[in-house]
């Protein structure tokens, strides 16, 4: 399955070369063109059918995911480390990393339970206080195997939790591996459009790539995939607005980048519902997907649909529900 291989991958914003590459794989015999641009965005093109002129789409999806830098190295040894993107530090301690090239492994520690006071421990405590530990006594030795500005992600596998029904799963970087494999699936398809699939570098670090591939590809209409926020934790008054196991993708109404209900058009005048019958769909209403597109794009049309995925931006519990188009 692709999205395992990409959840697998290793990709922390600015780092995307080998998701990039497992993609340009997937799909290099199923388009036309494949690019990749300055910034390490990967661009697909497929010439749609029939006699033009043909409305040009774009479907973007992020290859990045977040992740740590290293910053520091200690006289013995330990790795200090900034985080790429937004991650919760109460999230890191004793979470298992790989580090560099060399995918070396490693552990975030902190001070053990017996040396800490009661009150220490409801602290959370902040990244620059953290360290990675690979197993090495001295900074020589650690720099053998990791430099300065290295990147590390999370040393989690994907992991299928069931088959039957809903098919969900566990894995890393879900956000935004989910998208990139549904984007690619749907070169497998022929379109009265042309399709232009971006799969975009940097979103965990400021949406950076997806805006240089909207100006480049100049797009009619473009759709974003994404990972969206859900909340099923237990709690007594159900108030979340968020999305739900086994209803479909979600369509992000507000998001940070989008407050016009107007770019939806057709699709939520039907009942909130999105104009492909056979796909159930749910709506989200905050957290989602970045509509960069309709800005930088002479006002272009932009819609995000989001794939549903728990515990956003975090380590081995970052887990969702593959979806299909
Ligand atoms: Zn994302």
């Known amino acids: 399955m692709l999205l395992e291989t990409l959840s697998n ?30 910034l390490g965005n990967l661009i697909a093109f497929k010439q749609g059918i029939g006699a033009g002129p043909r409305l040009k789409v774009m479907i973007d999806a992020h290859t990045d995911e977040v992740g740590l830098m290293i910053t520091r190295i200690e006289k013995n040894g330990m790795l200090g480390f900034q985080a790429v993107g937004g991650i919760d530090p109460r999230l890191l301690m004793a979470k298992g990393v790989v580090v560099g090239e060399g995918r070396i492994p490693g552990v975030i520690i902190a001070p053990p339970v017996h040396l800490t006071k009661a009150a220490q421990r409801k602290q959370v405590i902040e990244i620059d206080q953290l360290v990675i530990d690979i197993g090495t006594s001295t900074a020589d030795k650690a720099r053998e195997l990791v430099q300065m500005g290295d990147y590390a992600v999370f040393d989690t596998r994907f992991q ?8 969900t799963a566990k894995g890393k970087a879900f956000d935004d591996r989910i998208g990139c494999a549904v984007a690619a699936a749907l070169a497998d398809g022929e379109y009265p459009v042309d399709l232009c699939l971006s799969f975009s570098a940097q979103e965990e670090v400021g949406l950076r790539g997806a805006r240089v ?21 237990p709690k007594k008054e159900d108030v979340s607005p968020t999305t739900e196991l086994g209803k479909g993708p ?33 709506t989200t209403w905050r957290g989602g997907y970045r509509c960069w597109c309709h800005s930088p794009v002479q006002g272009r049309r932009a819609v995000g649909r989001c794939g549903r995925a728990l515990s956003l931006h975090s380590c081995p519990g970052e887990h969702g529900q593959p979806q299909r188009l």
């Open 9 to 38: 991958a290793f990709g922390p914003s600015g780092c995307e070369d080998e998701v990039r590459r497992l993609l340009a794989r997937a799909l290099h015999d199923k388009v036309d063109d494949l690019q990749t641009d300055a």
């Open 160 to 167: 299928v939790l069931s088959e039957d029904g809903l098919r």
């Open 213 to 233: 591939a909207a100006f480049r590809i100049e797009p009619d209409l473009a759709l974003a995939l994404e990972g969206t926020v859900c909340d099923d934790t």
């Open 250 to 282: 979600a369509i992000t109404v507000s998001g940070p980048f989008l407050r016009r209900r107007q770019t939806f058009g057709a699709p939520l005048d039907r009942g909130r519902r999105c104009p492909w019958p056979a796909l159930p769909n749910q």
